[in-house]
């Protein structure tokens, strides 16, 4: 992708900065030494390796579909016996398996705060909108993230992501969801974490009829149905869902 002369301006910085303090792949460690390596926090070569999953994926949670057609069995016996856990949200994209190389790429960003990777991952993300024309008309919503994450951790890795797509032409954001404090989710199964957020993810000003809400990683995707169930019952028409890895 072409970079604007903003982002050339922001590169030839991190030269100069990288003179001094040399920056280094977020993947395999060596040093980085050209604008486009140290504007995405990734040597060329990792970049060419990282690409998202290709093949058929389920039409409504995005996982990679085998032998099923259109839906995953999941989802499949969902929608066959018409159980209350149907996802409220319309369509899911996932672009990473949280595994290998890719969970290694997660946790440099997430854990060990290189932030530099949000200009890697704002870019995958527009990808997928670009194919994709349904998203072209959403409006970007961020998972909102716990009560006081940023005085615990000093930052919020998604709301950063964010904060580089709002700088993309034609691309709208709405922080309309807000959260009330609860339990860490991470410790918790599906059930446990539905309950654990209902009621604690709320609406906060108005609301788009097209959303596409962006999550760093999905895991049991309590997250994702109660932020749409939100959405939907606060009156959008369409959410959509995006995660940049599922495990």
Request: glycine share 6%; net charge positive; hydrophobic share 35%.
């Amino acid at each position: 992708m072409k970079m604007t002369v903003k982002q050339n301006l922001h590169c030839l910085t991190n030269v100069l900065k990288n003179f001094l303090f040399p920056n280094f792949c977020a993947l395999c460690g060596i040093n980085l030494y050209s604008s486009d390596d140290i504007f995405y926090g990734l040597c060329r070569n990792c970049r060419s390796f990282l690409n998202p999953e290709t093949g058929k994926k389920c039409s409504i949670c995005g996982k990679p579909l085998f032998s099923e057609i259109d839906l995953c069995l999941s989802c499949r016996k969902i929608s066959n016996e018409n159980e209350p856990e149907i996802k409220t949200y319309d369509r899911l994209w996932k672009i990473y398996p949280y595994t290998g190389k890719y969970r290694k790429l997660l946790t440099s960003y997430k854990f060990k705060k290189n932030i530099t990777l949000a200009a890697f991952f704002s870019e995958k993300i527009m990808e997928v909108i670009n194919i994709n024309p349904e998203l072209k008309e959403a409006v970007i919503v961020p998972v909102p993230p716990r009560p006081g994450k940023i005085k615990d951790i000093g930052w919020d890795q998604v709301n950063t992501i964010i904060k580089r797509l709002e700088k993309t032409k034609d691309i709208k954001v709405s922080r309309c969801l807000k959260r009330r404090k609860s339990k860490v989710q991470k410790i918790l199964n599906r059930t446990e974490r539905l309950e654990n957020l209902k009621g604690r993810i709320y609406l906060n000003g108005q609301v788009p009829e097209k959303v596409l809400i962006i999550d760093d990683v999905i895991t049991t995707g309590s997250t994702m149905e109660v932020c749409s169930q939100v959405l939907k019952e606060g009156g959008v028409k369409k959410v959509y869902g995006l995660c940049l890895f599922y495990d």
